[in-house]
């Protein structure tokens, strides 16, 4: 019986999937417009972060669109496919949700943020209107 519900539910994901996708790409918000100066001054400060997801993950979509609406260049680090940065996901955060920001300090002291709400505002607190 469980190898029906999860076939099942696989069946589901690859249906729901595209559609999930084709919406977020639709309905993409449009980047906050900034002074060539403070985008590089904001550019600067996110070449510290990098964001492990999932591409069709509900809640890095979510995430992601907050990346886009604020224009952050973070580097995306694709967790599911990717074997090397799954890897360090689990090594360094501890588990291997998504989505995770992993915000390395000046000191080169790692701090791993889980869940797309705490995500979400950290950025908005960082790099949104004042």
Known sequence: MKPLIRLFFRAVRLVVTPFLLLGNWLTQPKGVVRPPAAQQAVDARTRMLALYHFPAC???LKTRRTLRRLSLSIELRNAQHDAA??????????????????????AGKQTWLYESDAINAYLNREFGAA
């Open 58 to 60: 509900p809640f890095c």
């Open 85 to 106: 940065h799954r890897a360090a996901l689990i090594a360094g955060g501890g588990k291997p949700q998504v989505p995770c920001l992993l915000i390395n300090d000046d």
